[in-house]
């Protein structure tokens, strides 16, 4: 049992540091290589949990092989076009100009009641508004609606939108974050005085706050505890 | 660029370490399958004791690299090899004339173990 807990831990915080050291992208939406790695990962991983009769190398380095070649395909791929094409393919347009490309939604082997979905799915119901619709060479499907249908701006209708910028995060869960604090270009006693305006009197009240450069504070209280 | 390189540096590394664990198996092998080639040839000559001598040096030099075969062969087949060695060493002791078929299925699972490191159409596929 020993044995299982400790290769236990050891495949796990193995993947965890290949995973983190691939990057943000293997979380998100997955290339060809990408999901492949996923896959295979997973599956090797498992074989030493489940067979003690296998040595713990035989999962380790399989691992450890598919994530330099992951790493040595996106990086050639990032600096060489004709790679990057090769491996993850080019997006496709399924509709140009609202209308739909029969012989592309064929080859992609995409049917129309999928393309309804995925549009239903980004909230759009009316082919006819769609400019473009792009499958991307992840398997999403973009749509890019026609200029008129899309939804105003503050610019276009000429209205004062106020000021924008990033909001950090300045008090989490009763801590304080000293460091965005000092970014934000705020002190403690500014955000004693936005604690106070709120009916704080401590950080440790604060469930999340927020603030952006110019000022822009959101405010949630920690709730009663039963 | 800098992970590429990490990432080509630590595949060739894998690479390294696979011809010298091949190296380093093969030796190995090589050593212990002496000591049986003399374990046969004191059998054959009927001196049943230098037999077990040297099928015992044999073993002592497979046991003495016991931790680095777990490390990288399956254990169903180091199991396999074991019982190999301990049947054979049962017959010697015992003087039994079916000590040939024992030490050909001790030299079997031995070169099994030699071959399916090295690769070939048959290993890979």
Redesign the interface.
């Known amino acids: 049992m020993a044995i299982v807990l400790l290769r236990t831990l050891i495949i796990y915080f193995t993947l965890l540091l290949i995973m983190r050291l691939l990057g943000k992208r293997q979380l998100g939406e997955m290339e060809l290589s990408e999901f492949v790695l996923a896959a295979l990962i997973a599956d090797l991983a498992a074989h030493p949990l489940q067979d003690?009769?296998?040595?713990?190398?035989?999962g380790l380095?399989p691992i450890?092989?598919l994530?330099?070649?992951e790493?040595?395909i996106a990086?050639?791929s990032l600096r060489n076009i004709r790679l990057r094409s090769l491996i993850f393919g080019k997006p496709s347009l399924l509709i140009v100009r609202g209308e739909i490309l029969q012989q592309e939604m064929l080859k992609n082997r995409f049917t129309p009641d999928e393309l309804m979905q995925e549009l239903r799915a980004q909230g759009i119901t009316d082919l006819s508004q769609i400019e473009f619709a792009v499958l991307e060479t992840n398997g999403r499907l973009n749509a890019i609606l026609f200029p008129a249908e899309r939804p105003a701006t503050a610019a276009q209708l000429k209205l004062d939108a106020g000021e924008g910028g990033y909001p950090s995060i300045v008090i989490s869960d009763g801590r304080v974050l000293e460091a965005n604090l000092k970014h934000l270009g705020f002190d403690r006693r500014w955000l004693d005085r936005q604690l106070k305006e709120k009916g704080a009197s401590s950080p440790k009240q604060v469930y999340l706050m927020t603030a952006t450069a110019s000022g822009q504070v959101y405010y949630a209280a920690k709730e009663a505890q039963p | 660029?800098r992970?590429?390189a990490?990432?080509?540096g630590?595949?060739l590394l894998?690479i390294l370490g696979t011809v010298l664990h091949l190296q380093y198996t093969d030796s190995l092998i090589e050593g212990v399958e002496h000591g049986l080639d003399q374990t046969e040839q004191a059998a054959r000559a009927g001196d049943y004791k230098a037999a077990l001598r040297a099928l015992d040096s044999a073993h002592s030099l497979w046991d003495k690299h016991r931790s680095y075969a777990?490390?990288?062969?399956?254990?169903?087949d180091l199991d396999a090899l074991q019982d190999a060695f301990a049947s054979l060493e049962q017959l010697l002791r015992q003087e039994d004339p079916a000590w040939p078929a024992a030490l050909t299925l001790l030299r079997y699972h031995l070169e099994a173990l030699g071959d399916m490191e090295h690769p070939s159409i048959r290993t890979i596929f």
């Open positions: 003690m009769g296998i040595p713990l190398l035989n380095i450890l092989v994530f330099c070649c790493l040595l990086g050639f | 660029m992970r590429e990490i990432a080509a630590l595949l894998l777990q490390a990288f062969f399956r254990h169903p």
